[in-house]
């Protein structure tokens, strides 16, 4: 997929994305108008006055989990802005994270973000790099068994930057999952998008982690 075609869908997406943030904008609105007119009336003049009320805080919730939601979206179609932008590691793996929560969950996986101690801005393609990132989680949850934890840190050292992620749970065959000659998918795409961005790929069996070695890019 070319780069316009991929600013395309970032573009239709963030504009959808708002309309939806709008919509459910009037529906919180509605439902807090709703609970208003229902608490002032009297149980006589409303039947089922009690139950309506237990209701419409569950609308209200779900229209806040509904706008987070499309507001990581939205964040995410954003990335197809620039080829390359300043993105700041700790916010950029966090969003990630967020993003891919539910097929963690689907593997009863948990997904784990351990923030570094200090901000790390680099310059980078930021498509590229959640590619990156999101398939090297996918390949641990595709080919581990349910249960277990993914572990994601950022670091820094000097103008090196690096996001190990590692694995901790029962695996049948270390040697075949860190092995960076596998034919996975998965693992393919991670490494095509790294080689993309001039990084580096580090396998570790004995850890359970593969590091990600990153270059700044040049605007």
């Given at each position: 997929?070319?780069?316009?075609?991929?600013?395309?869908?970032g573009k239709i997406t963030a504009g959808v994305t708002h309309e939806i943030n709008n919509a459910l904008a009037s529906i919180k609105e509605i439902s807090g108008l709703m609970e208003d007119l229902i608490s002032m009336s009297s149980t006589d003049s409303f039947p089922h006055q009690e139950k309506f009320l237990k209701?419409?805080?569950?609308?209200?919730?779900?229209?806040?989990?509904?706008?987070?939601?499309?507001?990581?979206?939205?964040?995410?179609?954003h990335l197809a802005d620039e080829r390359t932008a300043q993105v700041e590691l700790n916010n950029f793996i966090e969003h990630l994270v967020f993003l891919t929560q539910r097929f963690a969950r689907i593997k009863n996986v948990e997904l784990q973000y351990q923030e570094a101690n200090q901000a790390i801005n680099i310059n980078t393609n930021a498509i590229l790099l959640q590619m990156a990132l999101y398939n090297c989680?996918?390949?641990f949850l595709n080919h581990t068994a349910d249960g277990g934890k993914v572990?994601?840190?950022?670091?820094?050292?000097?103008?090196?930057?690096?996001?190990?992620?590692?694995?901790?749970?029962?695996?049948?065959?270390?040697?075949?999952?860190?092995?960076?000659?596998?034919?996975?998918?998965?693992?393919?795409?991670?490494?095509?998008?790294?080689?993309?961005l001039e990084g580096s790929i580090k396998f570790d069996g004995?850890?359970?982690?593969?590091?990600l070695n990153i270059n700044t890019q040049q605007e």
């Open positions: 997929m070319s780069e316009k075609e991929i600013a395309f869908i209701v419409l805080p569950r609308i209200r919730d779900q229209v806040q989990r509904s706008v987070k939601l499309t507001t990581q979206l939205n964040k995410f179609s989680i996918a390949y572990i994601i840190h950022p670091s820094m050292n000097g103008d090196k930057y690096s996001i190990h992620i590692s694995y901790e749970g029962e695996i049948a065959d270390k040697g075949k999952l860190f092995d960076d000659s596998s034919s996975a998918e998965e693992l393919l795409i991670l490494q095509d998008s790294i080689s993309s004995s850890e359970q982690s593969v590091t």
